[in-house]
């Protein structure tokens, strides 16, 4: 069962940058889709950004499109969620994601596709 672990998160003005870091501790991290979700108070859990086993196909959520940039390091067992031009409405607990499901070619965009979960970093963005 793979673990994974968030971190980077903090408090930031609007227009500041953060990036989030997800490190798993298994090698079949580099098999599985990763993403990013996000949940602010009394609000369901959403999609952010997704990347695929080989970092060949990434998906986002129109409203970080143009702002965040997921990216991966196989070797280092590690997926990263770079976030510019902040927004007070970013603010949310941050969750990265596995889809155990190897190789896909797609990145899911449900959390119901996805088996293993992080505990969360809050990210607060103030104006």
């Known amino acids: 069962q793979v673990q994974l672990v968030e971190s980077g998160g903090g408090l930031v003005q609007a227009g500041g940058s953060l990036r989030l870091s997800c490190a798993a501790s298994e090698r079949t991290f580099s098999s599985y889709t990763m993403g990013w979700f996000r949940q602010a108070p009394g609000k369901e859990r959403e999609f952010v950004a997704g990347i695929t086993w080989s970092g060949s196909s990434v998906y986002y959520a129109d409203s970080v499109k143009g702002r965040f940039t997921i990216s991966r390091d196989n070797a280092k067992l590690t997926v990263y969620l770079q976030m510019n031009s902040l927004k007070p409405e970013d603010t949310a607990v941050y969750y990265c994601?596995?889809?155990?499901?190897?190789?896909?070619?797609?990145?899911?965009?449900?959390?119901?596709?996805?088996?293993?979960w992080g505990q969360g970093t809050q990210v607060t963005v103030s104006s």
């Open positions: 994601a596995a889809d155990s499901l190897a190789f896909k070619v797609v990145v899911g965009t449900y959390p119901t596709e996805y088996d293993y």
